[in-house]
């Protein structure tokens, strides 16, 4: 028999505020001497194969306003498709994480192109960056995936986004390039231009 507890009830959930930095990024917070560097700011750490890019991108508020306290992780395949310990390129970790810069909010993140992953029923999956996003007011990290505008054909055939009931809201998912290998993946929390997130 379950019985009930008047003592160690749950605690409420509090939200990921400005302290989010100093625990994950203590480098750039100014607390220094932790780690040469904060954890996530390389994810090429040699003579990685594939398209040097650069992930630029803001968090923005259901009125439109960038979160400048966000912080931003993200997660992908090396040119190959092959994800880091499954075989993964040696010199790319496939993960990274960026505290948006304090004056506009802007993340960034230096690193390949990924390839196309593999589904487990054969299909290949279209090159796509998965993102997790917290920031002060949100209490458990937002996921979501960024695919890339200049694979229209790759795009077409991903068995994620062929799925999604709204199509309209695609765009929302879509890195636009800027040119010299620059990609542009702005996120919006709510309102017209809501990013599309995944309950995972």
Known sequence: ??????????????TAGPYVHIGCTP?????????????GTRMITGDAAGERITIK???????GTALRDALVEVWQADAAGKFAGQGGDAAF??????????ATGEFTFETVKPGA????DGRKQAPHVTFWIVARGINLGLHTRMYFADED????????????????RIPTLL???EGNGVY?????????????FFDI
């Open 1 to 14: 028999m379950v019985q009930k507890l008047d003592i160690l009830r749950e605690s409420p959930s509090q």
């Open 184 to 196: 542009r993946f702005d996120i919006h929390l709510q309102g017209a231009q809501e990013t599309i």
């Open 27 to 39: 480098n750039f917070s100014g607390i220094t001497g932790i780690y040469p560097e904060d954890l």
């Open 57 to 63: 991108g803001t968090v923005h508020d259901g009125a």
């Open 117 to 120: 992953v593999a589904w487990p």
């Open 175 to 177: 890195a636009q390039p």
């Open 93 to 102: 970790t496939g993960w990274g994480r960026s505290a948006g810069d304090m």
């Open 153 to 168: 054909a790759a795009n077409a055939e991903d068995p994620i986004l062929s799925r999604l009931e709204h199509s309209q």
